[in-house]
C-alpha cells in the first residue's frame, strides 16, 4: 500500500478503515515522513472445545492409508 498523507487520511478516514478491516496496512505520513500505521486489530481466538472435537473425529471412518500416504497421492496424481 502507498503512504498517504495525513490530511487525505483526515478526509478519507472511513475508506481507509474499511480498507483496513479487508485486510490492508496504510501508512500515515506528515511532511513525507511515516508517523503512524493502521492495522487491523487482532481478533481473540475462541478457545477449543477438546471433548466436542473428540466426539467430532470419533465418529469419522478410519482412513486405509495414513496421513503422509494420502498427502503423497494427491500430490503425485496432480503432478502429471
Known amino acids: ?30 511532511r513525507g515522513k511515516p508517523v503512524a500505521q493502521l492495522t487491523a486489530v487482532a481478533k481473540p ?11 467430532l473425529t470419533a465418529v469419522l471412518p478410519a482412513r486405509p492409508e495414513s496421513a503422509d500416504d494420502l498427502v503423497r497421492s494427491m500430490r503425485d496424481d496432480d503432478r502429471f
Not at 500500500?1 to 506528515?30: C, F, H, Q, W, Y
Not at 481466538?45 to 466426539?55: E, F, M, N, V, Y
Open 1 to 30: 500500500m502507498d503512504p498517504i498523507n495525513l490530511t487525505g487520511a483526515k478526509a478519507r478516514l472511513s475508506e481507509l478503515v474499511d480498507r483496513v478491516e479487508a485486510g490492508d496496512s496504510i501508512d500515515i505520513t506528515r
Open 45 to 55: 481466538r475462541k478457545p477449543i472445545d477438546a471433548g466436542l472435537l473428540r466426539s
